[in-house]
T-cell receptor, first 114, second 111 residues
Framework: DSGVTQTPKHLITATGQRVTLRCSPR?????VYWYQQSLDQGLQFLIQ???????AKGNILERFSAQQFPDLHSELNLSSLELGDSALYFC?????????????FGPGTRLLVL | AQSVTQLGSHVSVSEGALVLLRCNYS??????LFWYVQYPNQGLQLLLK??????LVKGINGFEAEFKKSETSFHLTKPSAHMSDAAEYFC?????????FGTGTSLTVIP
């Protein structure tokens, strides 16, 4: 158990809908990262937040957005969902924001768009 | 452009045999390099990482990797495979604030 929690574990929705994925980092960790893992795209870095501020942005679509709240939990919002958005979404956390930091991954949220 | 190439999407070894998983990278700046392991239905777990200093890095579960700048490689090895090593392994590079992952290598250990 990494100490990172993600809810829900599974999510089934329809095209065009909007969903919110939630991540609680390990106690004391200030950075949160979001990743998408799909069969065709592999593991893609989406975005990083550090202490409430966006720190780095990867291959995140404009239909997707994220934020980190004062209590340090983070939410990833996916809107206008398409079939291709079906994937496993991971959250990770680390103590600080540097690239040398060890990231601890949550168990993921599996999203299925029908 | 940054990228990570993992040669061999599937590798099979016998229990007790050497494990060698290959990773090559391209980076415009000195990279930080990582190996992660993913067990079925679980998140990723860091095996080891190279940031600076000694190029031979030792990680958990008996794994190690060597950073070879001249070959732009960061291959993962373990002297003796165990059944519990069967998993998906990902190499990753961080040239800056972003992270780039390889496509993964699925390791099968044959008893």
């Amino acid at each position: 158990d990494s100490g990172v929690t993600q809810t829900p574990k599974h999510l089934i929705t329809a095209t065009g809908q909007r969903v919110t994925l939630r991540c609680s980092p390990r106690s004391g960790d200030l950075s949160v990262y979001w990743y998408q893992q799909s069969l065709d795209q592999g593991l893609q870095f989406l975005i990083q937040y550090y202490n409430g501020e966006e720190r780095a942005k990867g291959n995140i679509l404009e239909r997707f957005s994220a934020q980190q709240f004062p209590d340090l939990h983070s939410e990833l919002n996916l809107s206008s969902l398409e079939l291709g958005d079906s994937a496993l979404y991971f959250c990770a956390s680390s103590v600080a924001s540097g690239r040398q930091e060890t990231q601890y991954f949550g168990p993921g949220t599996r999203l299925l768009v029908l | 452009a940054q990228s990570v190439t993992q040669l061999g999407s599937h590798v099979s070894v016998s229990e007790g045999a050497l494990v060698l998983l290959r990773c090559n990278y391209s980076s415009s700046v000195p990279p930080y390099l990582f190996w992660y392991v993913q067990y079925p239905n679980q998140g990723l777990q860091l095996l080891l990482k190279y940031t600076t200093g000694a190029t031979l890095v030792k990680g958990i579960n008996g794994f190690e990797a060597e950073f070879k700048k001249s070959e732009t490689s960061f291959h993962l090895t373990k002297p003796s495979a165990h059944m519990s090593d069967a998993a998906e392994y990902f190499c990753a590079v961080s040239p800056g604030n972003q992270f780039y992952f390889g496509t993964g290598t699925s390791l099968t250990v044959i008893p």
